[in-house]
């Protein structure tokens, strides 16, 4: 069910929410968290909709969608609900800004938090330099941003260092996930020998390879290439290499050994709503995440 609340008030919303539970028997105790979605407009809103209701059928919660318009033109508040089938297994609550309200956010995510509930806060455009001083990431104890869809994706995901507060998270980390899992189980076999150095490729413009390089440079006492060009991670060690490349598009890597037959395995790059997913798993600081972040700076860019 979806109900369009045009040129309303928050008090509206809540007694028209509270209304609607009690007419369909949707209850709000089974709700873990309170998601806030801060988008840049209505068009993105839809996409960041569907992603967080396929990750609300393994996490039930709110969701409250900021769609931010114009901040010069007259203050208005458009709202729409959505429960049932069109919210997956959570309750949606778009509010669309106008004028004053854009500079007023977290005024108006307040009234629709659940109680007793933690807070998560997620940018899929248009991140703030420092998400913890945020009005809204203010109010959450668990912040992520997505440095891919950044103008300098690059930038981005380093300038995440220096804005860095325990909570902060970015889903160009949790799309590397399978990718640190396998590197992890390829130098568990022998021999045992230091790695010497490790090669990062890919597109300049991809930071979860940048990540990923800040993630070896900080666990690996040895030089990290980052190099545009395909997409593989090799590790060099005395007698042998080991790689594993994967066509820029494809969903099917190669685990490479010197000496070895290929391997193939799935490896297809992460949709959205699965990191976002993952992410909703833990609402602790990610110390690894932080680390990868400060090994960044140890990469040597070619």
Known sequence: MIVDMPDTSTRDVTKRLVSLRESNGVIAMGRVLTLVVCTLDSSEAE????AANDASREHPCRVIVLARGDRFSETKLDA???VGGDAGAAEVIVL?????????ESSVVIPFLLPDTPVVAWWPRGAPEFPSRDSVGRLAIRRITDSTYAPDPR???????????????????????FWRALLASALDVPPYEPIESVTVSGLAEEPALDILAGWLAA??????????????VVLHRASISVG???????????????????????????????CL????????????????????????YE
């Open 47 to 50: 996409d960041a909709i569907d």
């Open 80 to 82: 729409q609900i959505r």
């Open 219 to 232: 666990k690996l006492d040895c030089p990290i290439r980052r190099q545009t060009g395909e997409l593989k």
């Open 244 to 274: 594993i490349e994967r066509p820029q598009t494809g969903r099917t890597a190669t685990l490479t050994r010197t000496g070895e037959p290929d391997q193939r395995f799935a490896l297809a790059r992460r949709e959205t709503k699965d």
């Open 277 to 300: 997913a993952e992410e909703l798993r833990r609402l602790d600081a990610d110390e690894v995440y932080a680390e990868a972040l400060a090994g960044i700076g140890k990469v040597i």
């Open 155 to 177: 930038a981005a995901i380093t300038r995440r260092l220096d804005s860095y507060a325990p909570g902060d998270t970015d889903l160009a980390w949790s799309r590397i996930t």
């Open 96 to 104: 669309r800004l106008q004028g004053e309200l854009v500079n007023n």
